[in-house]
């Protein structure tokens, strides 16, 4: 068991993957599929749909761009370099899985259930996130989510060093999430966000952005 050291002086555990057990092989994805220890390098699977699961696979640099999946499950697995722009995931149990540098624009991911889940330097722009449960840690650093849209129980979702201009919350709880070092100006919703842990350097965007959800006119 491996963990990896979070933002924050979290720690969360990393995929359990033993390269010596991986075989190469397709991310092929098209109706039901339940696809173990591969390694995937490149792959096209743009626009197919399918529901099943994915467990122990390490893909590379795979369009996954206006695929629909779901129900889908996702365990110890790592993404790299994927695209997913426009592509929509339902009812996601994501379990111990990383996205590294990946393009997500437009993602569509509803995820039922996400357990120690890391996205690094990856893109989520416009992307519309909804969560229904976190257990140990969710965990967004270095990405971008400009006018994304971002709903559900945000507890224990941490977005470090992320650009968050002009996002949208619609927590429904958001008790122990960690805001501190992401850009908020123009963000909507932080109303919702009550529990939610900023810094000083925020408080100004945040207070902008506060007047503006609850209708209040500046003057002077």
Same mark, same amino acid.
């Given at each position: 068991?491996?963990?990896?050291?979070?933002?924050?002086?979290? !720690?969360?555990?990393?995929?359990? #993957?033993?390269? &010596?057990?991986?075989?190469?092989?397709?991310?092929?994805?098209? @109706?039901?599929? &339940?696809?173990?220890? =591969?390694?995937?390098?490149?792959?096209? /699977?743009?626009?197919?749909? @399918?529901?099943?699961? #994915?467990?122990?696979?390490?893909?590379?640099?795979?369009?996954?761009?206006?695929?629909?999946?779901?129900?889908?499950?996702?365990?110890?697995?790592?993404?790299?370099?994927?695209?997913?722009?426009?592509?929509?995931?339902?009812?996601?149990?994501?379990?111990?899985?990383?996205?590294?540098?990946?393009?997500?624009?437009?993602? /569509?991911?509803?995820?039922? /259930?996400? /357990?120690?889940?890391?996205?690094?330097?990856?893109? =989520?722009?416009?992307?519309?996130?909804? #969560?229904?449960? *976190?257990?140990?840690?969710?965990? =967004?650093?270095?990405?971008?989510?400009?006018?994304? *849209?971002?709903?559900?129980?945000?507890?224990?979702?941490?977005?470090?060093?992320?650009?968050?201009?002009?996002?949208?919350?619609?927590?429904?709880?958001? @008790?122990?999430?960690?805001?501190?070092? !992401?850009? =908020?100006?123009?963000?909507?919703?932080?109303?919702?966000?009550?529990?939610?842990?900023?810094?000083?350097?925020?408080?100004?965007?945040?207070?902008?952005?506060?007047?503006?959800?609850?209708?209040?006119?500046?003057?002077?």
């Amino acid at each position: 068991m491996e963990f990896r050291r979070l933002p924050r002086n979290r !720690s969360g555990q990393r995929p359990s #993957i033993d390269a &010596d057990d991986l075989e190469p092989g397709d991310l092929a994805l098209k @109706g039901e599929f &339940d696809l173990t220890d =591969l390694v995937v390098d490149g792959g096209d /699977q743009i626009g197919v749909s @399918g529901d099943g699961r #994915i467990r122990r696979v390490h893909a590379t640099s795979t369009r996954m761009s206006e695929a629909i999946l779901g129900p889908v499950e996702v365990d110890d697995t790592i993404f790299v370099d994927v695209d997913l722009s426009n592509a929509s995931w339902r009812r996601t149990q994501a379990r111990r899985i990383e996205f590294l540098r990946c393009r997500a624009v437009g993602w /569509q991911l509803e995820l039922a /259930q996400a /357990q120690d889940v890391y996205f690094e330097d990856s893109r =989520l722009d416009y992307a519309v996130i909804r #969560i229904e449960k *976190v257990k140990g840690h969710l965990v =967004l650093s270095g990405c971008t989510l400009r006018e994304a *849209v971002i709903a559900g129980d945000l507890s224990n979702v941490v977005f470090a060093d992320c650009d968050l201009t002009g996002a949208e919350f619609q927590a429904t709880k958001a @008790g122990g999430c960690d805001l501190r070092g !992401s850009e =908020l100006a123009g963000t909507r919703g932080l109303l919702t966000m009550r529990g939610a842990t900023l810094d000083t350097g925020q408080a100004s965007a945040a207070a902008a952005a506060i007047v503006t959800d609850a209708g209040l006119v500046l003057g002077d």
